[in-house]
């Protein structure tokens, strides 16, 4: 995308009305096109990078599938995941079905990954969220509008 276009998206991204829009229309959609390209097509990724999280429910057991924005790792062997809520009040859900279940697994660029999720904390997260900042700076924003610390999530290959 163009500078001027990432410019623009990062702006909306950051306004309270996309926050109070976007976690009822973006997942429904990502899901539908992901399901419809057979895992091949992610509309959120025209923005950023990123993956269907499928995690085992916290409290029911069941499979969850989520859409998500991740920072792919330097490395190639990780995947970075934001528990933003668009700066909602609440972590959301996913975050806590990880707690719960670490093992997951995940579909980038059209292959399931499994996956081990582990919860950042003290100078590992800060040193991620330095560069997730430098990497798609709204998530400052929705910091700023929450008490809560976002959690932050590093998913590797197991």
């Known amino acids: ?23 009822h229309v973006v997942p429904a959609l990502d899901r539908a096109v992901h399901r419809l390209t057979r895992g091949k097509v992610l509309l959120s990724a025209q923005m ?22 991740c920072m792919p790792e330097e490395d190639g062997h990780g995947w970075l995941l934001v528990g933003s809520n668009f700066g909602r009040t609440d972590h959301p859900a996913w975050t806590h079905n990880l707690l ?6 995940i579909s980038w660029k059209g292959r399931d990954i499994p996956v081990t999720a582990r919860l950042l904390q003290g100078e590992e997260r800060a040193a991620a969220w330095r560069k997730l900042l430098a ?16 959690r932050l999530f590093r998913l590797t290959h197991r």
Do not use: C, D, N
């Not at 995308?1 to 976690?23: C, D, E, H, I």
């Open 1 to 23: 995308m163009a500078g001027v276009g990432v410019r623009l998206v990062q702006r909306v991204s950051a306004t309270r009305a996309f926050a109070k829009v976007a976690p």
């Open 48 to 69: 950023l990078p990123g993956v269907i999280l499928t995690s085992t429910g916290a409290r029911s057991g069941l499979a969850r599938r989520t859409p998500l924005a």
């Open 100 to 105: 719960a279940h670490p093992e997951a697994s």
């Open 135 to 150: 990497f798609w700076p709204p998530y400052a924003t929705y910091q700023g509008r929450v008490e809560r610390e976002i």
